[in-house]
């Protein structure tokens, strides 16, 4: 039997790499950077991801890539309230939240937002 240990990367297809870029970088602080032929990714901590141009994927890739058909959840060290604010500075509606949930690793508080093609981003803090 094999263990995995952690998630090094994913992929997102979206519409615009530039776009999308500018987003991750400006509202959640992720590092733009230029990898292999040309290809974009952002990343964070010990994890990173990698950007395809809708219609322009990289193989191999997903059945049926799609923009706008991610669910991701990120842990944030910064008080929700201050994620909260940072937010509003960058007019980027809170879907939902503050809310309860449940991560990996057990009890969470966590905001819902959306990215430029429409996946759903949540923010959130280990209780």
Not at 28 to 37: A, N, S, T, V
Not at 99 to 120: F, H
């Amino acid at each position: 039997m094999i263990s995995i240990e952690r998630v090094d990367h994913l992929v997102l297809t979206v519409r615009d790499i530039e776009v999308t870029l500018d987003f991750y970088q400006r509202v959640l602080g992720m590092e733009k950077i230029d990898f292999g032929e040309g290809r974009k990714a952002l990343k964070f901590g010990q994890s990173k991801i990698n950007l395809h141009q809708t219609g322009h994927e990289f193989e191999p890739k997903a059945t049926h890539p799609t923009p706008g058909s991610g669910d991701l959840c990120f842990i944030s060290p910064a008080p929700l309230t201050e994620v909260i604010a940072h937010l509003k500075e960058q007019d980027v509606p809170v879907e939902l939240g503050p809310v309860g949930r449940t991560g990996a690793l057990g009890p969470i508080e966590s905001v819902y937002i959306r990215d430029p093609d429409g996946n759903l981003i949540e923010i959130s803090n280990y209780r």
